[in-house]
């Protein structure tokens, strides 16, 4: 099963800063924070992650609590071409049986004009 | 910058039939993860090679196999197809460095199609 729970579905305004919340309440020390998001059928696209600091990158930054128990994806300028189910996924950073990638249900985003 | 590369991009089989998946890694990277995305379902696990051994195993039926070959591409297949094998089929592909994984980055799927 998956470790983390986000909302089913958001919306924002094209422009405007997409905040993506997600609970992992039982992540473990070694485990991190990753975030994908998949375009309509398209193949899931990396986009950050991150153990206990924020991180930042060209596509978005991620803020991670002190207790390391949830995180925010943030998105700073949402386009149209960010509609897109977000997925947030708590990974032990080695391979073997923790390596795979356990998909939850995602959080569907569409920007809007 | 090179991406995960899958073959055939779609296909469209009997029941019964066979089919077989081919993923070409992103070059260097040592480790490949097969994924199925059923219609309106989220990715899931099936199997996983590191160094051209199975790494790890998720809901893969035992219709299906898979190996990872010296060139590091990976194929998987399938047998005696069923309906339900209707999916996408996505192929990710990592590098092990020192004792940790890296980022898996996916392809682009492989959509199949059981009549």
């Known amino acids: 099963d998956a470790k983390t729970t986000q909302p089913t579905s958001m919306d924002c305004a094209e422009g405007r800063a997409a905040n993506l919340p997600c609970n992992h309440s039982?992540?473990?020390?070694?485990?991190?924070v990753y975030w994908y998001r998949q375009i309509h059928s398209q193949g899931p696209q990396y986009i950050i992650h991150?153990?206990?600091n924020n991180e930042t990158n060209e596509m978005a930054s991620l803020i991670i609590t002190e207790d390391r128990k949830s995180s925010t994806l943030i998105l700073p300028h949402a386009t149209l071409r960010d509609t897109a189910v977000y997925y947030c996924?708590?990974?032990?950073?080695?391979?073997?049986?923790?390596?795979?990638?356990?998909f939850g249900k995602g959080t569907k985003l569409s920007v809007k004009p | 910058a090179a991406g995960v590369i899958q073959s055939p991009r779609h296909l469209i089989k009997e029941k019964r039939e066979t089919a077989t998946l081919k993923c070409y890694p992103i070059?260097?990277?040592?480790?490949v993860y097969w994924y199925q995305q059923g219609p309106g379902q989220d990715p899931q696990f099936l199997i996983s090679?590191?160094?051209?051994?199975?790494?790890d195993k998720g809901s893969i039926p035992d219709r299906f196999s898979a190996q990872q070959f010296s060139d590091y591409h990976s194929e998987l297949n399938m047998s005696s197809l069923e309906l339900g094998d209707s999916a996408l089929y996505f192929c990710?592909?990592?590098?092990?460095?020192?004792?940790?994984?890296?980022?898996?980055?996916f392809g682009p799927g492989t959509r199949l199609l059981v009549l």
């Open positions: 990710a592909s990592s590098r092990e460095k020192g004792q940790s994984q890296e980022t898996q980055y």
């Open positions: 039982t992540i473990s020390g070694n485990e991190y």
């Open positions: 991150g153990l206990k």
């Open positions: 996924i708590v990974r032990a950073d080695y391979g073997g049986s923790q390596g795979n990638l356990i």
């Open positions: 070059p260097r990277h040592d480790t």
């Open positions: 090679f590191y160094e051209k051994m199975q790494s």
